[in-house]
């Protein structure tokens, strides 16, 4: 059973979240959270980009992340109500401690992301505590789905 996340307040979504890409957004894998924390999964959503493109902020915040993780380019942010959103592939442009604002480059696009079909791919995920969520749904765009209350629909 995948645990339920409690949903996001109104207030996130209205305080100014973006595409962390500039142009029209092209989602080329959505978010596939695993039955189990431990198990594979998709923990994010994959944005169609082109290398060198500017990474930007979803919203603000404060950079909790700034370097490499095996060898990759990651940027993380620490953003109100205990949300933290992570890019990659990305050169980072900013530091750990600097404040954010929605828009504000963080970095540049690398290519090289795994099962990308295009020439480069951003991931974007959004945790709350240890908990992956939907990055869409800062946006609004997260999808809906029914989950049994008492053993029954609703």
Not at 44 to 67: K, T, W
Not at 80 to 99: K, M, S
Not at 134 to 151: A, E
Request: charged content about 15%; overall charge neutral.
């Amino acid at each position: 059973v995948v645990p339920s996340p409690a949903p996001l307040p109104v207030a996130v979504v209205s305080i100014g979240y973006q595409w962390p890409l500039s142009g029209p957004p092209v989602v080329t894998r959505r978010f596939d959270p695993p039955p189990q924390p431990w198990l594979p999964g998709h923990r994010g959503v994959d944005l169609a980009g082109e290398p060198g493109d500017l990474v930007r902020a979803a919203g603000p915040g404060v950079v909790f992340f700034a370097g490499q993780v095996a060898g990759v380019g990651v940027v993380s942010v620490n953003h109100p109500h205990g949300l933290r959103t992570t890019y990659q592939p990305v050169e980072p442009l900013v530091t750990a401690g600097e404040r954010v604002w929605a828009g504000d480059p963080i970095g540049v696009l690398a290519p090289g992301h795994v099962g990308c079909p295009v020439a480069a791919c951003l991931h974007w995920g959004l945790r709350r505590g240890d908990l992956y969520l939907d990055p869409l749904t800062l946006l609004g765009l997260g999808r809906v789905r029914l989950l049994p209350v008492h053993g029954e629909l609703r």
